[in-house]
Nanobody, 125 residues
Framework: QVQLVESGGGLVQAGGSLRLSCAAS????????MGWFRQAPGKEREFVAR????????YYANSVKGRFAISRDDAKNTVYLQMSSLKPEDTASYYC??????????????????WGQGTQVTVSS
């Protein structure tokens, strides 16, 4: 099993920045594909970013390309999402997820095996 705990959410103005963190425990972190998803009220959970084993490959949703950056520190069992140039449409609960099956990961929630509890990001205009 894998336990995931997100932190770092908050209220920011449009154009501001936040860094989300996800601390993992319970399984060898370096062999987990990690992803970030988000869900706004009344909307489906959507893919934001993912990172492969050891951070060798990353992939982003088109809506966040150039603004968000995913990274991982395997020594700290932590994955990060650095968010900049935030927009009101980025407002959502952000979830960290772990994929135990795939080496490079997918953008589909169904392919992730473990989820954190979420952290709220609110961007005001």
């Amino acid at each position: 099993q894998v336990q995931l705990v997100e932190s770092g959410g908050g209220l920011v103005q449009a154009g501001g920045s936040l860094r989300l963190s996800c601390a993992a425990s319970g399984r060898t972190f370096s062999r987990l594909v990690m992803g970030w998803f988000r869900q706004a009220p009344g909307k489906e959970r959507e893919f934001v970013a993912r990172i492969s084993w050891s951070g060798g490959s990353t992939y982003y949703a088109n809506s966040v390309k150039g603004r968000f950056a995913i990274s991982r520190d395997d020594a700290k069992n932590t994955v990060y999402l650095q968010m900049s140039s935030l927009k009101p449409e980025d407002t959502a609960s952000y979830y960290c997820a772990a994929d135990t099956t795939n080496r490079y990961g997918t953008p589909y929630p169904r392919d992730y095996d473990y989820w954190g509890q979420g952290t709220q990001v609110t961007v005001s205009s």
